[in-house]
């Protein structure tokens, strides 16, 4: 291969690597500045106050850790509101082979798709931590959208965030190593870069769903673990929940080559 050719193929990979990191770090940007919007509506209108008035169609539902909340295939006639503990989705294939798509907590929407037209649920939920929910029904939750234009706007505010969230999965998958994505997923079930202080303790995880949602296997999540563990950059909290301490220097895995 000449010299020329070498430094073309160099300054092209360099391009390219340029646009991926401003694309990436552009979208970062805008859901951070989206959800600074989503947390200041909030706190002009408080959405679980409003949902507790809506009377008829909503029910107050408590989840013990791991039980499932809705199937897979399951009828789409609700929505649901997170008002304390996290809570896992999951999608599975027709060969059998299942995906961690998100991890939500307090303050969290899901199931929103019945709002779309779905008659059955296009992917399954269930308690990470033991969970206090409310069930919102399709129609009451439609209504309550039209009533109330304050709710309504936190509520496209939110569904705005999650879009943004998955086009950032997605340029992450397409893009970075195994070791940033791995990184990156810490980071945010520790909600680095959300608005007040992290939640540095993460609830207990298997590595292999952590491997879901990186997109890798178990062994390489293993791999990773230990050595983000040797470096500082997390920290086992032992104890009954067996929590996982996560440290904001682990920025610098995904901040840099």
Known sequence: MSPGNTEQK??????????????????????????????????????????ATIGD???????????????????????????????????????????????????????EGALAGQALRMGSAAAITDCELLRIDKK?????????????????????????RYEEDLVDQLFNSSEKRLARVLLLLAHFGKEGVPETVVPKISQETLADMVGTTRSRVSFFMNRFRKLGFIHYAGGIEGGLQVHSSLLNVVLHD
């Open 10 to 51: 160099r300054s092209l990979w360099s391009s390219s690597r340029f646009v991926t990191d401003a694309y990436f770090l552009g979208l970062q940007s805008a859901l951070m500045s989206l959800a600074l919007k989503v947390n200041k509506k909030k706190r002009e209108f408080d959405p679980t106050i409003f949902l």
């Open 57 to 111: 169609g909503r029910k107050n539902v408590a989840v013990v850790k791991k039980q499932t909340i809705f199937a897979q295939g399951d009828g789409a006639d609700s929505v649901f509101y997170i008002q304390a503990g996290k809570v896992k989705l999951t999608v599975v294939s027709k060969t059998g082979r299942e995906a961690t798509i998100g991890m939500l907590s307090e303050g969290n929407f899901f199931g």
């Open 140 to 164: 009451a939750m439609m209504e309550a959208l039209h009533r109330e234009h304050a709710f309504s706007d936190v509520f496209v505010a939110y569904l705005l965030a999650r879009n943004i």
